[in-house]
């Protein structure tokens, strides 16, 4: 139950961290958002694996980044590459487009996606009762997301379904490379959070430089500077840091510890189901759902019963 469980805690992490960047989306662009999250989820797991290694917490050193194999490196490489730096940013441009409802509802195809390639690339089979539990939780999401009360005044486009869509191919492409290292019990998940991270973040920097190079004449993308101006004067810094806390440090982290102890599909699946918990964040502010979306909810809680007691 472990998996599940941290699963599950990163999903309810991601449903308000959802919030928090959808705020920031839609003042700073996609890319310039996630060379944020990156810089700063990167020092934070810095951070916790040195203070862990001068107090020699087990799990928690700097020594577990060693401990990794080559082939270990080589997947979590690609994993952070196609699943964070290419598929956070494929989000971040959904939600800046047509909003965290219909951001959510695309990448609720994702579970199947996962559960698929993890089939066909390494012969990772489920069982029925596992395959009923992602059907019938990834349903249950999606008429949630499809009928809930947006709070949000966005207009879905062509662009941002097709950036939903991505960010769910790519997440899901992450989600199985990863699971394929941490098959090793020598690989720690803070360690495999890192190099994954770290990955993406190169990936990103890269994109930048090139980016100042080719379009060095051309306004239409946000510089390092007029990011950090608009975060300023829209008072955005609390929200970004607070999102990139619960949802990057923590979230990617108990993203790890599942992925290391049960299959991509069911992780998958149970990340996301960010949006029953952002349901449940909204009755919490008074906000008032339809019964279709009750009936989503009770679908995605007994699809997460089968995944548990499958």
């Keep these: 139950m472990q998996g599940e469980m941290a699963a599950l805690t990163a ?33 934070m797991i810095l951070v916790v694996l040195t203070i ?20 270990g490196f080589i997947l979590l490489i690609i994993s952070g590459i196609v699943g964070i730096g290419a598929g956070d940013t494929a989000y971040f441009a959904c939600l800046r487009r047509i909003g965290p409802q219909n951001g959510l509802m695309l990448e609720s195809t994702a ?32 008429m949630v997301v499809r009928w809930s009360q947006s709070a949000y005044g966005y207009v ?7 950036f939903g869509l991505l960010a769910a191919l790519c997440q899901a492409t992450g989600i ?13 998940p803070l360690a495999s959070a890192l190099v994954r991270l770290f990955s993406a973040l190169c990936i990103i920097i890269i994109w930048f430089i090139l980016r100042e190079v080719v379009t060095s004449k051309v306004s239409s993308y946000q510089s390092v500077g007029e990011t950090a ?16 806390t619960m949802g990057t440090f923590l ?36 906000q008032v759902q339809r019964p279709t979306v009750w009936l989503g909810f009770l679908f995605g809680v007994m699809g997460i019963g089968l995944l548990f007691f499958r």
């Excluded at 959802?18 to 700063?40: C, E, T």
């Excluded at 199985?176 to 720690?188: K, M, N, Y």
């Excluded at 990340?271 to 964040?281: E, R």
């Design 11 to 43: 999903a309810l992490l991601w449903a308000i961290s959802s919030m928090l960047f959808a705020g920031a989306g839609r003042h700073i662009q996609a890319i310039n958002l996630n060379l944020i999250k990156g810089l700063l989820s990167c020092s």
């Design 52 to 71: 862990g290694s001068l107090f020699q917490v087990s799990g928690f050193t700097l020594a577990t980044l060693s401990a990794i194999s080559p082939e």
């Design 111 to 142: 579970p199947i996606i996962a559960a698929l390639l993890a089939l066909l690339l390494f012969q990772e089979i489920l069982g029925g009762l596992a395959w009923s539990g992602i059907v019938l939780t990834s349903f249950g999401v999606i």
């Design 156 to 162: 879905p486009n062509l662009s941002g379904v097709l």
């Design 176 to 188: 199985v490379l990863s699971r394929q290292a941490l098959l090793d019990t020598q690989v720690e």
């Design 229 to 244: 101006i608009l975060l300023l004067k829209n008072k955005l810094i609390v929200r970004v840091a607070g999102a990139i």
């Design 251 to 286: 979230g990617i982290y108990l993203m790890q510890v599942s992925v290391k102890y049960t299959s991509a599909g069911i992780t998958q699946t149970l990340l996301a189901t960010s949006p029953l918990f952002g349901m449940i964040l909204a009755r919490l502010r008074g």
